[in-house]
Every structure is written in structure tokens, then in C-alpha cells.
């Protein structure tokens, strides 16, 4: 699975942005898909998941009621959707699949994006 991430951009405090995840290779809907981010001299960080069948998601604290995750099996692609954006939101936004159960721990996911750079101003 080759995975390309795209929407990210700069915004101010408060504003929103839709990222997109287009997926190549067969068996897109077998996988969970999830968006992990990474700022500046930090580690790897899990944002939200959604399992292959849109049944259940997914998602860290620092992000609950704000942003929402959702896929489009048709269309092999799986969308961010970030609202109330704040500085700290600020960070390069991965996408990621994993055949097996769903972790936070993100060595054990199999495929990546390139990642998209999200800048949130005060």
C-alpha cells in the first residue's frame, strides 16, 4: 500500500483543514488507517483511527471533539477533518495503515505517507 498525504497548509488559530490520504494497492479496506503527527523535536504522536469498516474510530485527548476521522473505501481514501485548530496543532501529519489490531504505538503500523505540514499562528 504507497500512501499520499495532502491538505495541510497554514492557518490561524481557530480556523480548520480537511487533509486527504489517497491509498494505492489492492486491499485498502482491509486496513485500519489512522494520522499520527510529529512536531518539532517531538516524537511521533497518534491523532485518530478508523477501523476498515467505519465502525469505530479512534482518537487521542488532545484532539476529542475537534477533529473528526472518515474513510471512502470507493475511493480509496481516508480524510482528516480539523477544527478549532490551535497552536500546539501545529506539526507534519502522517498517514498510516495496519492490517493487524489497532495500536497507538506507532513503529508497529505497517505503511506511511510522506506527511503534511499543518502550521497553526496564534
Known amino acids: 500500500v504507497q500512501l499520499q498525504a495532502s491538505g495541510g497548509g497554514l492557518v490561524q488559530a481557530g480556523g480548520s483543514l480537511r487533509l486527504s490520504c489517497a491509498a494505492s494497492?489492492?486491499?485498502?479496506?482491509?486496513?485500519?488507517m489512522g494520522w499520527f503527527r510529529q512536531a518539532p523535536g517531538k516524537e511521533h504522536e497518534f491523532v485518530e483511527a478508523?477501523?476498515?469498516?467505519?465502525?469505530?474510530?479512534y482518537y487521542a485527548d488532545s484532539v476529542k471533539g475537534r477533529f473528526t476521522i472518515s474513510r471512502d473505501n470507493a475511493k480509496n481514501t481516508v480524510y482528516l477533518q480539523m477544527n478549532r485548530l490551535k497552536p500546539e496543532d501545529t506539526a507534519v501529519y502522517y498517514c498510516?495503515?495496519?492490517?493487524?489490531?489497532?495500536?497507538?504505538?506507532?513503529?508497529?503500523?505497517?505503511?506511511w505517507g510522506q506527511g503534511t505540514l499543518v502550521t497553526v499562528s496564534s
Open positions: 494497492g489492492r486491499a485498502f479496506s482491509s486496513y485500519i
Open positions: 498510516a495503515a495496519i492490517r493487524s489490531t489497532f495500536t497507538t504505538i506507532s513503529s508497529s503500523w505497517d505503511y
Open positions: 478508523i477501523t476498515s469498516s467505519t465502525d469505530r474510530t
